[in-house]
Nanobody, 122 residues
Framework: VQLQASGGGLVQAGGSLRLSCVASGRTFSSYALGWFRQAPGKERESVAAITRSAGSTIYADSVKGRFTISRDNAKNTAYLQMNSLKAEDTAVYYC????????????????WGQGTQVTVSS
């Protein structure tokens, strides 16, 4: 599966953005999905993950209550709705997919999008 992330940009603190991740292929619903981010000078970290059926989601403590991961299997698309953005959310955001159940660690993901830059000004 190939992934294309989009929707990043420059936003003021307190604002919102919605990232999208469009996947190629006809078996999108067979893949669990995750969003990850990498801030300048830091390691890439897990942000959110969702099961194949969207029945379960998990979030990093730093984004819980502000970010929402979702997916539309009919559109082969996953989303990350980001509200109440903070300067510390500034990073390149990546979507990733793995064939099978939900996972948190990025080492468990096999397919990665190219990343989209999110910059939050304070």
């Amino acid at each position: 599966v190939q992934l294309q992330a989009s929707g990043g940009g420059l936003v003021q603190a307190g604002g919102s953005l919605r990232l999208s991740c469009v996947a190629s292929g006809r078996t999108f619903s067979s893949y669990a999905l995750g969003w990850f981010r990498q801030a300048p000078g830091k390691e890439r970290e897990s942000v959110a993950a969702i099961t194949r059926s969207a029945g379960s989601t998990i979030y990093a403590d730093s984004v819980k209550g502000r970010f929402t991961i979702s997916r539309d299997n009919a559109k082969n698309t996953a989303y990350l709705q980001m509200n109440s953005l903070k300067a510390e959310d500034t990073a390149v955001y990546y979507c990733a997919a793995r064939y099978g159940p939900q996972a948190w660690l990025q080492a468990n993901y096999d397919y990665w999008g190219q990343g989209t830059q999110v910059t939050v000004s304070s």
